[in-house]
């Protein structure tokens, strides 16, 4: 016993240990990755090897760190993406090369720096909404993000723009000839920095307040101040990303930083910090880019298709925040723990059911209340967007001298995508939750649904049930990675959509050909009576849509667990189900708007969801509905549906360009979730 004793670790060792397990972990991860591509480089890593991967690990390496400073204190930030791509955009275009200008250190700085306090711009914008005004980060967020990135394609439109070569080469050059390149040197100085705040008042606070934001504020921790400080200097280095980015391709692309949002989170979870906050760190968050990185380079040295690197990035996330779902006491082992209980007391529930026990309650009568009271909340919430409605349509119809019934035709037609896909986002919502991978579930099932028609009627009678099954198991598993394992919705369903995405792209080779039955074209599109013949089945769906979130027993498990999922697991309703089933009937939704918008436009393409998930989560919240849950009615998200597609009818009749939309939506969601908050 003494022996053992005297062998055992130290305890201050051990919480040590315990305390950096996540670190560690990246540590090893990095080193098996490393050794694995330089066995499979022909002739081991050289120079040019480290130098190139050290370029682009530090660009992702600074937006990772960027938002480890933002998880840390329990947030997320979405814009990260967007926010690079601005900062591309607007050094690619304004920092022009000139013959007659020789560029010296003091315009690069400043050029440099310009990028910085881009990023520090919006990381202030969302910093006040989400410390000051105290609104949902990942709302707050989203809205920013398809605000930046409509602001980015007012600058450029498309890929071009160049930087001038000397500014390319200070940034992506080499320290020390053939020995250091410069942006491993950056990072160096960036951790050191880290090292400095970590133990610093500032860090400490970072941490207290992702423990436990109430007992920091209770311990003199100025919350909002370092909140608001965080997301600052998380947009400051998405922006430093951004100049990073612009030295290495020395042009622009206004879409750069779309796929980095996937990229930035796996880096963050991989350098084992915690989402819910409190726990990691950015040392961890740099391993975890250049880990991430090294996957891709081991995927390309085995000739393994480019169209699987947003799959692998994907489960890459996924199964580094599973990792902590296997621990004793987490979610998962307690369910499958308690299994055996559960399933004693269902076998007692039917035996006593089979006894004829029950329980035989009096029935007291309540005074049935008015309509008005009863419907008080939802007249509250619901009537501004359909007042909204008219005066658009009005307005139309003064501005394009008058409507007729193909604008009401096309009217509801446009609007019956929106509010079909609003139904499943909106039930995520309800819940607490929320669904983004549903563009390229659409995209996935209307792709599919085309490529096994191939222009046929006869095989879709099949095709269509086996689109929506695949859109069926896609929320289940969305599901099941939210209530099992414990990973936040916007992690699991981010993911789940770059494995969609890797999954569409194999299928198609990058290149969709297939075209929609003729039947479904008709359906969609046809004319000859003013009225398109798919109308009516849409009515039918968005009444039936109507009653299942307003007068069933799942639409009430839905907002039992949007209040509380506390009280509402004491009142005997299935949380756990009814989270599943939310995201299933999401699922289902994307795939029948899917095959609808196959039939619709002739064809599947690529990225043909991409342009609805920011308008389904508007019409939600323009609707009434609560973006933290427990509060809404479908009535209200059809609504938002009809206004947000008459808005977006008067807009294309306009010259303003297509980016104004985005813009428009952003700004939307973010009034809408300051109007609508507690």
């Known amino acids: 016993m003494t022996a053992l004793a005297a062998s055992a670790p ?29 066995l499979l480089s022909p002739q081991g890593l050289g120079f040019y090897d480290i130098s190139y991967m050290s370029t682009n690990g530090t660009v992702l390496g600074l937006a990772a760190v960027g938002e480890t400073l933002v998880v840390l204190i329990g947030g997320f930030d979405l814009s990260v993406g967007a926010v690079i791509a601005l900062v591309n955009v607007v050094l690619a275009t304004q920092m022009q090369p000139d013959p007659a200008v020789v560029p010296g250190l003091a315009t690069e700085v400043l050029w440099g720096a310009i990028g910085l306090g881009i990023g520090a711009a919006v990381g202030a914008f969302n910093g006040f909404f989400v410390a000051v005004l105290r609104l949902q980060p990942i709302a707050v967020t989203l809205a920013t993000m398809f605000i930046v990135e409509g602001l980015t394609l007012l600058v450029l439109d498309k890929p071009g723009g160049q930087l001038p070569e000397d500014f390319c080469h200070f940034l992506d050059g080499t320290a020390i000839p053939d020995l250091l390149p410069a942006p491993l040197v950056i990072l160096t100085v960036l951790l050191v920095v880290w090292a400095l705040v970590r133990n610093s008042r500032f860090g400490t606070s970072l941490y207290a307040i992702g423990g436990d934001r109430d007992a920091a504020r209770s311990a003199g921790v100025r919350v909002r101040a370092t909140e608001f400080t965080a997301y600052v200097l998380g947009g400051l280095l998405y922006g430093a990303s ?91 082992m307690t369910v499958l723990g308690d299994l055996p209980r559960r399933w004693r007391a269902r076998r007692s529930v039917e035996r006593h059911q089979a006894a004829g026990i029950a329980l ?3 029935r007291v009568a309540v005074a049935r209340p008015r309509f008005t009271v009863r419907y008080r909340e939802l007249i509250r919430y619901s009537l501004p967007a359909y007042v909204c409605v008219v005066v658009v349509i009005v307005l139309t119809g003064a501005v394009f001298g008058g409507i007729g019934i193909r604008y009401v035709d096309s009217l509801l037609v446009l609007s019956s995508f929106m509010a079909l896909l609003a139904l499943g986002q ?27 028609t191939q222009g046929d009627n006869l095989p879709a009678l099949w095709a269509f049930p086996l689109v929506m099954g695949f859109g069926l198991l896609i929320g289940l598993v969305n599901g099941v990675g939210v209530v099992l394992f414990e990973i936040p919705p916007i992690v699991v369903t981010l993911a789940m959509n770059g494995i969609v995405q890797g999954a569409t792209l194999v299928y198609t080779d990058g290149y969709p050909s297939s075209f929609a039955p003729p039947i479904l074209r008709w359906l969609m599109t046809s004319s000859a009576t003013g009225i398109t013949p798919a109308l009516p089945i849409f009515v039918v769906l968005i009444i039936g849509a109507a009653l299942l979130l307003g007068l069933t027993p799942f639409a009430r498990r839905i907002y039992a667990v949007g209040n509380s999922q506390r009280v509402a697991r004491l009142s005997g309703v299935n949380v756990e189900g009814t989270i599943v089933e939310a995201y299933m009937l999401s699922g289902i939704c994307s795939a029948l708007v899917g095959v609808m918008l196959v039939g619709f436009a002739g064809q599947g393409s690529l990225g043909m969801g991409d342009n609805y998930l920011l308008p389904t989560i508007a019409v939600v919240v323009v609707g009434g509905t609560l973006i933290t849950g427990g509060r809404g009615h479908y009535l209200g998200m059809l609504g938002g549906a009809l206004l947000l597609t008459a808005l977006q009818t008067l807009l294309d009749g306009t010259t303003l360009p297509f980016a104004v939309r985005d813009i428009l939506f952003g700004l939307v969601v973010l009034g809408a979730v300051v109007a609508l908050r507690d």
């Open 360 to 362: 035989d309650l009096p």
């Open 242 to 332: 951004g100049v990073f980015i612009s030295a290495q391709t020395a042009s622009a692309d206004p879409l750069v930083g779309e796929p980095m949002l996937l990229q930035v989170f796996a880096a963050v979870v991989i350098g084992g910090t915690a989402l819910g906050g409190g726990r990691g760190g950015c040392f961890g968050s740099i391993v975890g880019s250049f880990s991430l990185l090294l996957v891709v380079n081991i995927l390309l040295a085995l000739n393994v298709s480019a169209y699987y690197s947003t799959a692998a990035e994907g489960v890459v996330l996924i199964l580094a925040v599973i990792n902590r779902s296997l621990r004793p006491g987490s979610k998962l």
């Open 426 to 452: 909106g039930a995520v919502i309800l819940t607490g939750g929320l669904d983004l991978s549903l563009p390229w579930t659409l995209a996935f099932c209307g792709i599919l649904f085309a490529g096994v």
């Open 10 to 38: 130290p305890p201050r060792l051990r919480l040590r240990v315990s305390r950096h397990q996540g670190l560690i972990v990246a540590l090893a991860v990095f080193a098996i990755l490393f050794g694995t591509i330089n």
